[in-house]
DNA sequence: ACCTGAACACCGTTCAAGT
DNA sequence: ACCTGAACACCGTTCAAGT
């Protein structure tokens, strides 16, 4: 199963240059492009990504991990209420990173990234839970209402500050709700 | 100022022709393609459309007229409250057509749209005021909060149903607020 | 096994030549 | 004035030929 060792240099090469490449242009930039700055042919490439998704979630791996280490640190360092939504605040920066790499990312939309959404959804439940249950956050709220609201955010927001207002906005809520009894 | 006859002719036929290939493809279509289906040649469409978002915006203006209406129909016929939630479900419904025209043609991004831009917010300030007036919708959110939400949750949603649900949750708040004295 | 790189069909965009 | 369409540099993707 493991790789030849030219093999296994020529994908390492491969994801270091899309890791560059995507952070200068976008999900979208060349993959000839970055098979130049990887030194091979583009026919290498696709050997070892078949699909451009493919590729994009071998570089989205590493700040993915992170991610997950953070959402750890978080749950064990702050009460439920607090932890949540500092980590959602943590998300949605990361969404904004690379010109939209990580908002594409973290949808399930792309088949290929099942690991990242598994990684993801893991790391969240560890958060969500104790939030609902301690009472800071609406029980029917699930997982995939945070990431959808979180990625639409990153992607609409012009720039940190508004992704921000946008975010506590949308924990606060819009609507003024009818005085209680 | 007017075109000549055949000049006019012809950018109607590319409209057109757009209005058809971006419902099929979504904003990102092959403009040559667009010119061959119009019967021109791709300088033509260059000549009266000098950016993409320059003929997006011309395909855009016919639906972004009837959002405008509704919002003057809806803000005669209910109450602030109800009239300003039922138009930002329009718009989020829109803002999915076309995959993603819509959600792109009204963030203020692309430099193009600045009279789709004028055109929303008029629309838009009709509805918002009275129902901040009446204290159905928090004092301090605006325009640019609204659509900035509203495009995000349609660009993140997989379907109508999820973007309803979003958007539901972003009008009541994710959070429980503690209990109020 | 794996890599190479020429090749194909396409794209956005421009511009000399036409009417 | 306006239109044409060939042309250019690029893109994603494939595949015969090499090692």
Chains 1, 2 share one sequence.
Not at 29 to 43: K, Q, W
Not at 84 to 106: C, F
Request: hydrophobic share 45%; charged share 25%.
């Amino acid at each position: 199963m493991t790789l030849r060792a030219d093999a296994r240099r020529n994908r390492d090469l491969l994801v270091a240059a899309a890791t560059g490449v995507v952070a200068e242009e976008g999900p979208e930039a060349s993959l000839n492009e970055i098979a130049r700055r990887a030194g091979v042919g583009p026919g290498t490439l696709y050997r070892h990504f078949p699909t451009r998704d493919a590729l994009l979630a071998a570089v989205f791996e590493g700040r993915l991990s992170r991610l997950c280490e953070q959402a750890e640190e978080l749950s064990a360092s702050a009460p439920p209420g607090e932890a949540l939504v500092a980590w959602l605040r943590l998300l949605t920066v990361h969404a904004m990173t690379d010109k939209g790499l990580g908002a594409r990312m973290m949808l399930p939309t792309s088949a290929a990234s099942v690991d990242c959404w598994a990684m993801l959804r893991a790391a969240a439940d560890g958060l969500l839970k104790p939030a609902q249950e301690s009472g800071h956050l609406r029980p029917d709220v699930d997982f995939t209402d945070l990431v959808e609201l979180t990625a639409g955010i990153a992607q609409s927001a012009p720039d940190p500050a508004r992704a921000h207002r946008l975010l506590t906005l949308t924990l606060d809520g819009l609507r003024i709700p009818p005085a209680r009894a």
